[in-house]
């Protein structure tokens, strides 16, 4: 059945096609990347050369000016040796939807594979959905159809995912200062997992956005798992704005693990939990918060910093540090640079370390005009206790490309590394991107 | 279960309600442009304010709220859980879908290589990172693969 469904649903969307023909507008992205990598693990090496092919299509202003198409997916060949699995080739639709947009209400239909985030609810399914602004302030959106299957967890004969899938929101905004939501999400019944005890997708939350006045903002939500009777998550932010180039954010997490994460099938418990992950033992609380100071300096000069705390079971931890992002020559040049700590604890450490902290620091630096672009990106975590016996990870990536014409950019990226899985760790990648819109319009990026 | 079909009773109830006595008014409800009237410059820090200085319509918000800020890269997610139709007259989807997918090809910093100015996740070795940032917030790694128990974590979580 549940596949019977995906094929409809696919097949409808893809339906849009012949339309194009005609349409008003045409935006095209494909980015074909061929990367070259070599593995020896002793017994014998591998020679990668996956050839994967990114491409996004989105049709506007068909039929009537109102009725669009959007697709999103990729696919990849092994050129040489299998690069992932036991399959040489491989793809996935990420998105193919029709949709209609009414000139009043924010009014609009989808009809296809789509991505739903809305309020609480974080899906992608294959099926309908609708939303509408209403009178006096009210919102209305829901969806349904068939769930987006992805990969069988090992020794099951499933996601962990149930078939069929609904949910929606509700919203009540007032006069530039407040909006409050409640959502829910319903899925069918979820598989019987032979080594995975899984849990019913089924929440309901509510949200809020709140601005008595420009400087000040607090929004969040607040979700509870009616499977588990059990506040599921709370995740708020609090943005001051007291001048106009500095923001002041404070932000609150705090999750019940099981209740969270109760469809989680990898990680939600197993037949044997001390076999498996962290997350095994659910019924604990994970909360964290912290603070951030963002001041722009000046236009395209902007400096952070940041700090959170971390609270479970197994201990607490520290994450402080702060970044830097620059800009010069109307933003050709772009440059950056970051420094982080975390501080944690043996409760966090990759065994058997007596701890989890690291230093993480990064500085990258672009240049990008209209012929030819440039990139350098380096990143290193330095351990506090040698991770199999190596103190650090690194890696630099360099990067170059030219604009054969306006619409198609060929360009090159070579990446070298030591990290405590490979000691020395080196990459090759073409990629080949062509973007054209035939559009009279600003457009989208 | 009987909470869940009492809510959704009431959820269905409340929003066929409204969307009758609605129906009448709802041409006097404007909607969002279709897509950003002038072309935005790629990479581009984002300061609406300079263009937009009233609410922006449709949405009711100050428009101050959503210039691209450090902060609001950071916290995109619970701006994006409201106003996705507002996200979407800028981006297009695959532009979120450049992280935001359930089965993922490659890491986003090694598709984007060429762009390190994107915010995007798990740079480096991020192999060893998420054997320590998993405990740290497996919330945050939950919000992205959670629903998708991707074929790279089953890999080794089974």
Not at chain 2, 57 to 72: D, E, M, P, V, Y
């Amino acid at each position: 059945m549940k596949r019977t469904l995906c094929r409809v649903f696919s097949a409808v969307s893809l339906l849009g096609l012949p339309a194009l023909a005609g349409a008003a507008e045409t935006s095209v992205d494909s980015t074909t990347i061929l990367r070259i990598e070599q593995r020896d693990n002793g017994a014998h090496k591998d020679t990668l050369l996956p050839a994967t092919e990114f491409l996004s299509l989105d049709a506007t202003r068909l039929a009537d000016g109102n009725l669009s198409f959007h697709f999103y997916g990729w696919g990849r060949v092994d050129l040489v040796d299998k690069s992932f699995n036991e399959d040489r080739a491989a793809g996935s639709l990420s998105y193919g939807y029709l949709q209609y947009r009414f000139k009043q209400a924010n009014g609009d239909i989808r009809l296809g594979r789509q991505f739903i985030h809305d309020g609480i609810n974080n899906e992608q399914i294959d099926g309908l959905s609708l939303h509408s602004d209403l009178p006096y302030g009210f919102g209305i959106s829901a969806f349904g159809g068939a769930n987006v299957h992805t990969t069988h967890i090992f020794g099951e004969n499933s996601d962990g995912k149930g078939d069929g899938i609904g949910g929606g929101r509700i919203n009540y905004r007032y006069g530039g200062m407040l909006e409050l939501g409640a959502s829910a999400v319903y899925e069918s019944k979820a598989p019987t997992l032979l080594q995975h005890t899984n849990g019913n997708h089924r929440l309901v939350g509510g949200d809020v956005w709140f601005s008595p006045h420009k400087v000040l903002e607090v929004l969040g939500h607040t979700t509870y798992n009616t499977e588990t009777s059990h506040i599921a998550e709370h995740s708020y932010l609090l943005n001051l704005k007291p001048v106009q180039r500095l923001v002041l954010s404070g932000e609150f997490n705090e999750q019940n693990d099981r209740s969270y994460q109760y469809s989680w099938a990898m990680f939600s418990g197993t037949t044997s939990p001390a076999a498996h992950g962290p997350l095994a033992s659910s019924g604990n609380t994970s909360r964290n918060y912290g603070g951030r100071a963002s001041y722009q300096v000046a236009k395209l000069v902007e400096l952070s910093g940041d700090y959170k705390h971390y609270q479970r079971a197994i201990g607490h931890a520290n994450r402080y540090g702060g970044d830097l992002k620059m800009g010069f020559s109307d933003n050709q040049i772009r440059a950056g640079a970051s420094y982080h700590y975390l501080d944690a604890g043996p409760g966090f450490a990759i065994t058997p370390n007596p701890s989890g902290s690291y230093h993480e620091m990064r500085a990258w630096g672009m240049y990008d005009s209209k012929s030819f672009t440039g990139a350098v990106d380096f990143i290193n975590y330095l351990f506090k206790e040698r991770v199999f016996n190596e103190k650090q990870a690194w890696e630099v990536v360099g990067s170059l490309g030219y604009h054969l014409t306006p619409q198609l950019f060929l360009s090159g990226d070579v990446s070298y590394g030591r990290n405590p899985d490979f000691s020395e760790e080196t990459r090759g990648l073409i990629r080949l991107t062509y973007n054209t819109t035939f559009s009279t319009a600003g457009g989208k990026k | 279960m009987t909470t869940m079909k009492a809510l959704s009773t009431a959820l269905a109830l409340a929003a066929s309600a409204l969307t009758i006595a609605a129906c009448a008014q709802m041409k006097a409800l404007p909607s969002l442009p279709e897509s950003h009237p002038e072309a935005l410059a790629v990479g581009q820090q984002v300061e609406c304010s300079e263009c937009h200085e009233d609410q922006q319509k449709g949405t009711l918000k100050n428009i101050n709220a959503f210039s691209h800020t450090r902060a609001f890269v950071k916290n995109h997610r619970f701006y994006a859980a409201t106003d996705t139709r507002l996200c979407e007259t800028c981006h297009k989807v695959s532009f979120c879908a450049d992280c935001h997918t359930n089965q993922v090809e490659m890491k986003p910093s090694v598709k984007w290589g060429n762009r390190p100015d994107r915010e995007m996740p798990h740079r480096g070795d991020y192999l060893t990172l998420h054997k320590i940032e998993g405990k740290v917030d497996p919330a945050s790694c939950y919000r992205c693969h959670g629903r998708g128990n991707n074929e790279r974590c089953v890999q080794c979580h089974h």
